[in-house]
Every structure is written in structure tokens, then in C-alpha cells.
């Protein structure tokens, strides 16, 4: 039975048991959420038992799955430390640190990066590679990238986290005569715009509408960067909401956004393998990173 077993779905499996749902699962591996069911399915049908009761509470392993899931844990440890290992033999001299990053990162923070990359005990030459997200977690998944810096907005299983950075969230609007502050309570009456849903920003903005249990009333268009939001805005399209950091011009008009008089963040998290050859160099950077955001 083993050799036939699919390691998709001992993956898929593992990361429902990590993250309590199927569709937090699915969003992590980056395929649908039937995708994901269908894989776990088959490996159920493979192993001869259901692992995963649902019902409103949320996702539960059963009475089978809590004995083997922690075996399929297990599993995927040993799968990622086999190529971790061969990464290792085979590219002994590989004195390069290859770093995805999503466009919603701050410049201040890929300086730091590169300033803390030369303190560490062996020399490394700094590789920056900017994608969406869902390639930059592919990319980390199969070992084309060492260690990733997204907006932390989604769950992935089994990789390491640090939180490395958080930034001011601001707002524009086309009504912004000044820098007073806004509330999110307030700012909830307006219409957003939003860019596609690649670089983490719209996720955010539709989870912290989500987690103020605040309708999110969308334009029915789509803005393709950063310097559109503000171009659209100007011209009294509809609001939106930004990193600070992405203002074209910090005299950009712009109002903070504070939620109860507290200034709303996005956070920044360094997600890494931690089985991968330079996992300790990886813990190193995202820890110096850390301590100094």
C-alpha cells in the first residue's frame, strides 16, 4: 500500500490538519478547494479510513485520522528531508541565498535584508526574485527559493515564520483635504478599489473588512498597481487602502487609517523550509530581521 500511496495527498492531508479547514489548505498549496478534497479522498480510499470529520465547528480529525495523521507528518518531513538532503550534496559550493519577494514589500526592508546577508558566517551573494504570491510560495515549495518575505495574509504549513515587519496602513480618498486620521468604522461607508489579488494587499484588505465584520463594498473595476490606486482615487473612483511605504511621494495625500484611535499595520513574515541545506542561516537572517523591525 505505502508505494502507491500519492504524496500530494499526505501534503494535502497535513495541511488540513495543520490549519483546522480545507479551504485555508487549499489556499496554501495554491489549487482549488475541490483540487484539495479529491486528493485527500484518494488517500483516504489508499489507507482505508476517513481522517477529517467537518460540520460548522470547523474540521476535526476522527478517531482514525487522529492516529495517522501524525504519521503522515512525519511522512512529508522525511519527503522534504531527502531533498533537502540531495540539495545539499549536490550543491556543496552554492554560496547563493535566493529570496522571493512580493511587490508589496518596502525597499527599507529588502536594504536590511541586504545588510544583515553580509554579517552572515559564510558570504553569501543576495538573489532577489519579485512574483505573486502563489508562485513565490511554489518556488519556496520546491526548493527554487530559499526563503520568501510576504504579507503575512496566509496560512503555510510546515515552513517556519517570522514576523520581520509591520508597516502603517493609510487611506486615500477623493476627498482628502488633510492628514487627519480615519476610522476604520468610517471608512467602511466608501467604496474600495482594488489591484488583482497577486501581491497579498487585496487579501488583506478583504480580511481586515472580514474580521470588523464590515462589508466590503468593491468598485466594479480593477487597478493594476500601487500609483493607479492614487491616479483612480484622485479622480474620485472610489477609495483605497496601502502600505505607506507605497505612496508615490510621502506628500502623496493620504489619510492613516486607526481603528478605535490605533493605527492600523500590515505585517511582514520571512517563511523559509526549515529542513532546506542554509536552514540555519535562514533562522539567523529572519531573526536578525525580527529583532529589528
Not at 558570504?123 to 518556488?139: G, I, K, S, T
Amino acid at each position: 500500500m505505502a508505494d502507491r500511496l500519492n504524496t500530494e495527498g499526505l501534503r494535502y492531508a497535513q495541511a488540513v490538519a495543520e490549519t483546522k479547514s480545507f479551504s485555508a489548505a487549499a489556499r496554501a498549496y495554491g489549487v482549488t478547494q475541490p483540487a484539495l478534497s479529491n486528493g485527500i479522498a484518494k488517500l483516504e480510499e489508499r489507507l482505508g479510513g476517513k481522517l477529517f470529520d467537518r460540520s460548522p465547528r470547523g474540521v476535526t480529525p476522527t478517531a482514525f485520522g487522529a492516529r495517522v495523521l501524525p504519521l503522515v507528518g512525519q511522512a512529508v518531513s522525511a519527503l522534504d528531508a531527502v531533498v533537502a538532503e540531495a540539495k545539499r550534496l549536490t550543491e556543496p559550493d552554492d554560496q547563493k541565498l535566493r529570496l522571493g519577494l512580493s511587490p508589496l514589500i518596502s525597499q527599507a526592508l529588502v536594504a536590511r535584508v541586504f545588510s544583515m546577508v553580509r554579517d552572515l558566517p559564510t558570504p553569501r551573494d543576495l538573489v532577489l526574485r519579485e512574483a505573486n504570491m502563489q508562485d513565490l510560495r511554489e518556488d519556496l515549495a520546491g526548493g527554487r527559493l530559499d526563503i520568501i518575505l510576504i504579507p503575512a495574509v496566509t496560512a503555510m504549513p510546515r515552513f517556519e515564520h517570522r514576523v520581520v515587519d509591520v508597516e502603517p496602513i493609510v487611506a486615500l480618498t477623493p476627498d482628502t483635504t488633510d492628514d487627519t486620521p480615519l476610522e476604520l468604522e468610517d471608512a467602511g461607508e466608501a467604496q474600495f478599489i482594488l489591484v488583482p489579488d497577486t501581491c497579498g494587499l487585496t487579501t488583506f484588505t478583504t480580511q481586515l473588512f472580514r474580521a470588523h465584520e464590515m462589508p466590503l463594498n468593491v468598485y466594479p473595476g480593477e487597478a493594476l498597481g500601487y500609483q493607479v490606486l492614487e491616479e483612480w482615487s484622485k479622480l474620485g473612483l472610489g477609495s483605497a487602502l496601502v502600505p505607506r511605504s507605497k505612496l508615490t511621494s510621502p506628500d502623496s495625500a493620504h489619510r492613516p487609517l486607526v481603528d478605535q484611535g490605533r493605527e492600523v499595520q500590515i505585517s511582514f513574515e520571512a517563511v523559509w523550509n526549515p529542513n532546506a541545506p542554509l536552514s540555519a542561516d535562514l533562522l539567523r537572517l529572519a531573526d536578525a530581521l525580527a529583532a529589528t523591525r
